[in-house]
C-alpha cells in the first residue's frame, strides 16, 4: 500500500493503544497485545481538567521519546516468490516517558511520501515494558509479491511510528535496511550416463528467479555461475569453471568425465537475487 495509508494504519493502532494503557503500567511488567480490543479509561473529573491544560506537557513527553531500533525478519533479507505472499517478523525499541509502543513500516522508493510499503499486522502485535522507559514491540508484516514490480527488489526502509500516552505521533523514516529479493533457482543435469572415462560430458542447467509482474519464473540472463564437482566420497565442491546463462537463463558446460562423482551449479547471487545452489546430480564414470 501507499506510505500514507501505511503510516496511518501504524500510528491508528498505537493511538488506541494509548488510551487503554494507563501511567501507573510504565515499569517493567507492562504489557500489552493489539489483539484484546482496547478499550478507553474514563479519566475522573480532577485528571480531566489536567488533561484540557495539559497539551504542553504532552509535546514536552513526545519529544523526550526516542525510537532506538528496528529489526524486520531478523535482520536477513526478505525472499519472495513469484506468487506467494510472505510473513516475516519484526522488532522494535523505543524509549520515552509513558511510552505506549512502536511499530514499522518497511518501504521503498524515492521518498517516503511517494514511496510504496506495507505495515504491520494487527494480529499477534504485543508490546512489552522492558523498564520504566523502555518499550520493546513484536510482531509480523506480510508482504504481497503481487504488488510489486521487480525493480523494487532493493534495499528497503525501515521506518517507525511510536506514541507515547500522550497520543502525540513520533515518525522517524528510516530507522534501519532490509533488503527484498526475487527468488531464484538452479537446475543442473549432467549427461550421458553412465560415461567412459576420458570422453566428454555436458552438464546443463537453468537460472531462474520470481517475475512478480507476471507471477512466473523467467530466466536470469547474463549471470556467472559456477560449475562444481564432488568426487564420490569427498566433503567438498571444487569449482570446475565458471560459465555465463543464455539470454533465457539456460547454462551449458562440456568437462572431460574422469571419476565418479556429483555435478552441481551454484550461483552467488546479486543485490535482486539470492544465492542458490542446485540439487547434485550423480554421473557414473565406466
Known amino acids: ?24 503500567q510504565a515499569d517493567d511488567s507492562r504489557s500489552w497485545s493489539a489483539d484484546h480490543g482496547f478499550t478507553a479509561l474514563q479519566p475522573a473529573q480532577g485528571d480531566q481538567a489536567k488533561r484540557a491544560s495539559g497539551a504542553t506537557a504532552k509535546a514536552a513527553k513526545a519529544a523526550k521519546v526516542k525510537i532506538t531500533s528496528a529489526v524486520v525478519n531478523g535482520g ?18 523505543a524509549t520515552g516517558s509513558g511510552l505506549v509502543g512502536s511499530a514499522p513500516f518497511i518501504w521503498v ?11 504491520p499486522n494487527e494480529k499477534g502485535f504485543t508490546c512489552k515494558g522492558v523498564n520504566a522507559t523502555t518499550t520493546t514491540c513484536k510482531g509480523t508484516i506480510t508482504l504481497n509479491p503481487a504488488k510489486l514490480k521487480n525493480a523494487q527488489a532493493a534495499n528497503w526502509h525501515v521506518g517507525v511510528v511510536a506514541v507515547p500516552e500522550s497520543g502525540e505521533e513520533i515518525q522517524k523514516d528510516s530507522v534501519s535496511r532490509v533488503k527484498v529479493q526475487r527468488l531464484s ?18 552438464v546443463t542447467g537453468k537460472l531462474t528467479r520470481a517475475n512478480w509482474e507476471t507471477k512466473k519464473y523467467a530466466g536470469y540472463a547474463t549471470q556467472p555461475v559456477k560449475l562444481q564437482f ?3 566420497g569427498a566433503k567438498s565442491y571444487t569449482t570446475v569453471k565458471t560459465v555465463k546463462t543464455s539470454s533465457t537463463g539456460v547454462l551449458k558446460a562440456t568437462v572431460k568425465a574422469s571419476v565418479d562423482g556429483h555435478w552441481r551449479y551454484s550461483f552467488a547471487g546479486t543485490a535482486s537475487t539470492p544465492a542458490v545452489t542446485s540439487g547434485a546430480d550423480f554421473l557414473d564414470v565406466k
Open 109 to 119: 522508493g524515492k521518498s517516503v511520501n511517494s514511496g510504496f510499503g506495507f505495515g
Open 230 to 232: 564432488k568426487k564420490k
Open 76 to 93: 536477513k533479507p526478505i525472499v519472495l516468490a513469484a506468487n506467494a505472499k510472505k510473513t516475516v517478523s519484526f522488532s522494535t525499541t
Open 185 to 202: 533457482k538452479v537446475t543442473a543435469n549432467a549427461s550421458p550416463e553412465p560415461v567412459k572415462k576420458g570422453k566428454t560430458i555436458t
Open 1 to 24: 500500500m501507499r506510505i500514507r495509508a501505511t503510516v496511518a494504519a501504524v500510528s491508528g493502532a498505537l493511538a488506541l493503544s494509548a488510551l487503554a494503557v494507563p501511567t501507573a
